[in-house]
T-cell receptor, first 110, second 114 residues
């Protein structure tokens, strides 16, 4: 599975959009981009995933560049409850394991 | 659905003792995963099962660790004998089938070995 690179930490003002970047320059054509988050003292939680096209669900939007070498997770209106560690993972669709890196620690500031 | 259930939520034991962590996956899920999380190493996959059969245990740190899944609704992770370096949060997760995008995680068991 391709390696990902994320900034270790970010801050975001409450109510503003949080844009979390992820670099995956060695991604293969059959690898998906996944985002999970882990709120303190809880298990990780699935947010969203995508292959080529941008994706949106009730939690977030995922923007993948045309060359697929990077992506951005967007939380449109960050709340204090969005404070968490966000993990960007790439994996083939037929895989079973998720390999979690160090992620980005997002702090939403009142 | 109650989600993935883990017990105990907290365990404190002394070095050399046997520790058993338990997990009940979400009904209907046929994949079960055990992870360990520490500050130093982050979140690591230890082992996973498909239809109660261990598929990949390459993440199990050493022979002191063992995992079983006697049926579709129950799994255990055992450490015998335990050591202080085993102190960590252990998570269990389940998912529906191969290629499924979402794993559902339990609340974790915080293990402290004195």
């Amino acid at each position: 599975d391709a390696k990902t690179t994320q900034p270790p930490s970010m801050d975001c003002a409450e109510g503003r959009a949080a844009n979390l970047p992820c670099n995956h320059s060695t991604i293969s054509g059959n690898e998906y981009v996944y985002w999970y988050r882990q709120i303190h003292s809880q298990g990780p939680q699935y947010i969203i995933h995508g292959l080529k096209n941008n994706e949106t669900n009730e939690m977030a939007s995922l923007i993948i560049t045309e060359d697929r070498k990077s992506s951005t997770l967007i939380l449109p209106h960050a709340t204090l409850r969005d404070t968490a560690v966000y993990y960007c993972i790439v994996r083939v669709n037929t895989g079973n394991q998720f390999y979690f890196g160090t992620g980005t620690s997002l702090t939403v500031i009142p | 659905d109650a989600g993935v259930i883990q017990s105990p939520r907290h365990e404190v034991t002394e070095m050399g003792q046997e520790v058993t962590l338990r997990c009940k996956p979400i009904s209907g899920h046929d994949y079960l995963f055990w992870y360990r999380q520490t500050m130093m190493r982050g979140l690591e996959l230890l082992i996973y099962f498909n239809n109660n059969v261990p598929i990949d245990d390459s993440g199990m740190p050493e022979d002191r660790f063992s995992a079983k899944m006697p049926n579709a609704s129950f799994s255990t992770l055992k450490i015998q004998p335990s050591e202080p370096r085993d102190s960590a949060v252990y998570f269990c997760a389940s998912s529906r089938r191969q290629g499924r995008h979402e794993q559902f995680f339990g609340p974790g068991t915080r293990l402290t070995v004195l």
